[in-house]
């Protein structure tokens, strides 16, 4: 027994196969570093900075800074975060000199965002520095909040990038907070100074929504203003009226009348039940957006004027924002006598939930832990596909209310602003021509709203706004030219936007809005031809009936007419033709 247990123990001492090979690969590195010359250095691995925390504490005395989206969407950000409590401050719209100092500050090889937003916060902070704020306030009294992802896409670096840009120019510790797009409606903690929880989310998309619809609303009227600034004028002053429904909007408690139904299930799920149903049954935004709407009902419309329609599409932040990151195209267009349909920010977020709900439904067979159950284990199989569909029963829960509450605010405008896409369509669109399943920047959407814009008879034209060797557009790009082989008819222009370029960018634009104006203005031959009824007199009929002159008047759209000239005309001919109709009823009538 003994020596059977000295044979064990010695047996236990010798080395594995595994160590042995270990040793040996150790060996012949260390050989071959000194053949070499190489010195071995200890490896450090690089860590997330640890950022300085904001704290509730910390709220009354430092301003929340943000940025990235049109005027309209971050004044009426800037007052719903107001009545949440903030101080905050939209950035200005980013420049070519914020370009260069991204460039200057950042990483070589970053998309044409980066260089603008990275570079457009270390200008504002410079500004502050130079109008007399020491560096340490800066630190102490400002923050900077902004999306997080990740992906494909270089947008999953914007946070580093800022933290490099940050240290090189002197601002070191200054504080960028993220909330992520795919995060859910509670990313704070306890004591966090920017509690990003249901209030916060509901707050923000409020604000968002107003402010893509009131953008809709600006673009498809201020082409056809009679009195040049009107549509402005009075869209600023709406602008004013909810800022102040957004800031003074009181936060639900279960004291409420809807608080004091739910008073029987208290708790953080009641309460947060009682704040969505709230969201629900207010007025006050539908009722504030009705006043927006008799002001510019105010406004005079000459819709006889032929308009190119263009609609805009690309990568998420050149084709919002409205100065140098996209060569200010926007009011170029119109400069160049196009209207411009803008892309909202609703149409990302029913994106990113129709991308959810998919990625659900594909992974509906595996366990949380990727893994998928033997096929004998039914259970667990039943219990993977009930996860899933619970999963999406939220989802599509969500994605109601959002269509709910942004068609509410859409009717108090009489229906002006475009309705949201189907997201569902535009995956039935694109899919056979780019995989829905492929994710990074817009994804499948580029193709897809390029065919269902020119398909619908929506617009003449679809211009594609892009930064410079952005990724996921690339990808876009070389699809679309089987799409418009196919199409014959459409007019596509992609453009690829940077710091420079942009006469060479206008002069593109300029040619291919040159063939939609060709096609808007044989359309509104056609209808000429068609009606018998020409665009002076459909002019001389709504002096005679001003109501068809009110920027909120619904002008129905007509199958196969584009343009607002040839929809207006062919609606102008049907009303004096029924008015023709009635009055010879009557004259027989009274005969």
Partial sequence: MEQRGNATSTKSQLPSTEELIRERLDQERIRLEQEMGIESRDVEHFARPVERPFTRDQRPHTTVLYGGLTWKHEH?????????????EPMPVPDVAAFQLGKEYGNNGQCNPTYFTVGNLVKYLQDLQRSGHSRQDILDKYIFVT????????????????????????FDG????????????????????????I????????????????????????????????????????????????????????????GRLLADRRGDMSQKAGKFADQLVTSAYTGAFAEVGEALAQVKLDRTRIRPIVKITGEFWAQTTEGDGNFK???????????????????????????????NLDRRHTSDDESMPAAWRLDRKMANELRARRKNAVLSLAEAV???????????????????????????LAHPFYNSRSAGGEGHLEVAKNIYYSNKDLC???????????????????????????YKDMIYLPVETSGEGEVNAHSRVQMALGEARVKARQEVEDVERTTGMSLDEAREYA???????????????????????????THVAELHAEESRGRIAVGRGVA
């Fill in 543 to 569: 002096a005679e009936h001003p109501h068809l002159e009110s920027a909120m008047y619904k002008v129905p759209h007509s199958k196969g007419r584009i343009g607002v000239a040839a929809n207006f005309l």
């Fill in 174 to 197: 200054f504080r960028v907070i993220l909330f992520q797009q795919a995060g859910g409606m509670d990313q704070s903690g306890a004591e966090a100074g920017l509690e990003m929880n």
């Fill in 402 to 428: 959002f269509k709910r509450e942004w068609q509410r605010l859409r009717a108090s405008l009489n229906d002006i602003p475009h309705g949201l896409t189907d997201q569902y369509e535009l995956q039935r």
């Fill in 460 to 486: 003449h034209m679809v211009l594609s706004l892009k930064p410079f060797g952005c990724m996921p557009s690339t990808q876009s790009d070389g699809v679309q030219s089987a799409v418009v082989n196919q």
């Fill in 199 to 258: 209030d916060f989310f509901l707050a923000i998309l409020n604000a968002m929504n107003m402010g893509d619809l009131l953008n809709d609303t600006t673009y498809q009227l201020r082409p056809f203003e009679v009195e040049p600034g009107a549509i402005d004028t009075a869209m600023g002053e709406g602008m004013e009226r909810l800022y102040e429904v957004l800031r003074d909007k009181r936060d639900f408690r279960m004291e409420s009348t809807v």
């Fill in 329 to 359: 195209m926007f009011s170029f267009l119109e400069r160049e006598g196009a209207q411009v349909v803008v892309e909202p920010v609703g149409t990302w977020i029913m994106y990113l939930i129709h991308q959810a709900k998919q990625q």
């Fill in 76 to 88: 009426l950000i800037q007052g719903a975060l107001a009545g949440l409590g903030y101080k905050c």
């Fill in 147 to 170: 999306a997080g992802a990740c992906g494909p896409c270089r947008f999953g670096m914007y946070e580093a990038e800022y933290r490099l840009a940050l240290r090189n120019s002197g």
